[in-house]
T-cell receptor, first 111, second 114 residues
Framework: AQSVTQLGSHVSVSEGALVLLRCNYS??????LFWYVQYPNQGLQLLLK??????LVKGINGFEAEFKKSETSFHLTKPSAHMSDAAEYFC?????????FGTGTSLTVIP | ETGVTQTPRHLVMGMTNKKSLKCEQH?????MYWYKQSAKKPLELMFV???????ENNSVPSRFSPECPNSSHLFLHLHTLQPEDSALYLC?????????????FGQGTRLTVV
């Protein structure tokens, strides 16, 4: 079985500060992992994906994530938060039959 | 614009009404999905269609009835819904069922059942 767990349903950072959103996965096979962002009353937009080509994955809007097999983690980071980064972020794993999403982390950026 | 369009964006319906949600993708994808997103709950997969054939029905009540007439269109027919069915309904598509493919989502339909 495959699943993802997001630690922290709410994260607040100051504008310009480091953003760190945590995701741990459980998988019996090499996982394919994704980060999505959702703005209010919108659908989910792909930020980045890990498909085993490189452990450090760069995405849109300055986000990146590092796949760490030893820690079963795929944390999302951004060096400097912008006000426009305020949104809900979802980690997901694709089993081929379906995507399993985490419960989401709401990011607040404080001016 | 993700290439997946959902209509309507907002829908208010009574418990005795019948309505339909529409999803259209312009990406040439072969798999389409319905998800339900309720407040404070993880996204729930409802149905999966692959090459117009339903491959997943995640124990969804029969008051939700999907239809996939072709690979570009997906409908969700609604009848005799309950207030707890109020949620954001998201449609998504993928090129195929490979594990390394990402899903493209529509903007969702915000459904309120009164």
């Amino acid at each position: 079985a495959q699943s993802v767990t997001q630690l922290g349903s709410h994260v607040s950072v100051s504008e310009g500060a480091l953003v760190l959103l945590r995701c741990n996965y459980s998988s019996s096979v090499p996982p394919y992992l994704f980060w999505y962002v959702q703005y209010p009353n919108q659908g989910l937009q792909l930020l980045l994906k890990y498909t085993s080509a490189a452990t450090l994955v760069k995405g849109i809007n300055g986000f990146e994530a590092e796949f760490k097999k030893s820690e079963t983690s795929f944390h999302l980071t951004k060096p400097s938060a912008h006000m426009s980064d305020a949104a809900e972020y979802f980690c997901a794993v694709n089993t081929g039959n379906q995507f399993y999403f985490g419960t989401g982390t709401s990011l607040t950026v404080i001016p | 614009e993700t290439g997946v369009t959902q209509t309507p964006r907002h829908l208010v319906m009574g418990m005795t009404n019948k309505k339909s949600l529409k999803c259209e993708q312009h990406l040439g994808h072969n798999a389409m999905y319905w998800y339900k997103q309720s407040a404070k709950k993880p996204l729930e997969l409802m149905f999966v269609y692959n090459f117009k054939e339903q491959t997943e029905n995640n124990s969804v009540p029969s008051r939700f009835s999907p239809e996939c007439p072709n690979s570009s269109h997906l409908f969700l027919h609604l009848h005799t819904l309950q207030p707890e069915d109020s949620a954001l309904y998201l449609c998504a598509s993928t090129t195929d069922r490979a594990r390394n493919t990402e899903a493209f989502f529509g903007q969702g339909t915000r459904l309120t059942v009164v």
